[in-house]
């Protein structure tokens, strides 16, 4: 569905009853007016209506259409067409949701298609509007970069809550509090992992939008995507730095689970070998012949359980002694 559409010229917002008509004007606005339609879960018949009118190539419109496309930036004739990952933390679990932002950028239209709920534009259009920055020669690129900055900005506290987590299960690892398990650490595990695949591939997309020389863009865009383009290398590198540090965290508490278990296997074999004495001797006296050694002797009894006594307590300190016990 179409959630918004807008003519922006000089800065301001103008109503866009048709779009055919709304792009005519704004191709022949010498202030470069541009069209901006936002999309949250297209239908094919919604969306051929907006390909025919602006005329997207079709291979950018059929990784519009089915989604779950991995990060890119792609340039198609006079179009620039981008697939960006939005993430969500959520608070109560842990985890992090994933949805997908898609945009085309023209010299005068913007089409912004979002997938999943995760980070709504509704916000970055607002701002950019009553911030007056939708003018000027960069228009569209000024879109462009503001979702850029808002899902990387979404990226850092995301990045935050991380670090959080992972401190916790540090924690419990290594502490002496409540112990983490293997499963938590492989959950986080698997979000971090996720959170990568989100944010290092855009890192190149973005350091070459920033890269001076850039003749579609100004130097002031140019600034501007090099200030994201250091947050993201901010993210990406602790990022990275969580995914090696979580696999030692998750060895260093699988070890310590082999630690635990030898030392409740050693602990069972020194009791075990402490109950087969009184085993042994028990089960030699108790097979009852008629001339056994002993079984005529009247302290023999009390002897049988002294030595018994006697051999256990002995193996016990051993055991005791050798840290098995």
């Not at 620039?80 to 949701?97: C, G, N």
């Not at 228009?139 to 899902?151: E, K, N, R, S, T």
């Not at 971090?192 to 890192?203: D, H, M, Q, W």
Request: aromatic share 8%.
């Amino acid at each position: 569905m179409i959630v918004d559409q807008a003519v922006y010229r000089e800065g301001r917002r103008l109503p866009c009853d048709d779009l055919p008509t709304a792009l005519a004007a704004a191709h022949a606005d010498s202030s470069n007016g541009f069209v901006w339609i936002g999309m949250k879960d297209p239908t094919d018949a919604e969306f051929e209506r907006v390909r025919t009118q602006l005329g997207l190539h079709p291979l950018a419109v059929e990784d519009a259409i089915n989604g779950h496309q991995r990060v890119k930036v792609e340039h198609y004739d006079d179009t620039f067409f981008a697939v960006l990952k939005t993430l969500r933390y959520v608070e109560a679990t842990s985890d992090i949701e994933t949805g997908e932002i898609m945009m085309f950028i023209g010299q005068h239209f913007v089409v912004t298609v979002r997938r999943g709920e995760a980070a709504p534009l509704e916000g970055v259009r607002k701002r950019l509007e009553e911030q007056h920055t939708l003018t000027g020669e960069s228009g569209p690129v000024v879109v462009f970069h503001a979702v850029l900055d808002a899902i990387v900005d979404t990226y850092r506290v995301i990045d935050r809550e991380v670090l959080q987590d992972l401190t916790d299960i540090e924690a419990a690892v290594f502490g002496s509090g409540k112990p983490a398990s293997s499963s938590t650490i492989y959950l986080l595990k698997r979000e971090v992992l996720e959170f990568k695949r989100a944010a290092a591939p855009l890192l190149s997309y973005i350091e070459a939008l920033g890269q001076k020389g850039e003749s579609s863009m100004s130097e002031d865009m140019s600034l501007r995507f090099r200030d994201v383009a250091d947050h993201l290398i901010q993210v990406v590198d602790h990022v990275e730095s969580y995914d090696a540090l979580l696999t030692d965290v998750l060895n260093a508490h699988l070890a310590q689970v082999g630690v635990e278990q030898n030392e409740a296997m050693r602990k069972i074999s020194a009791w075990v070998a402490i109950a087969a004495v009184p085993t042994l001797v028990a089960g030699i006296f108790g097979m009852n012949f008629t001339y056994m050694p002993g079984l005529s002797w009247a302290w023999g009894y009390p002897v049988a359980l002294l030595g018994m006594a006697v051999i256990c307590g002995g193996l016990f300190r051993a055991f005791r002694r050798s840290g098995w016990l």
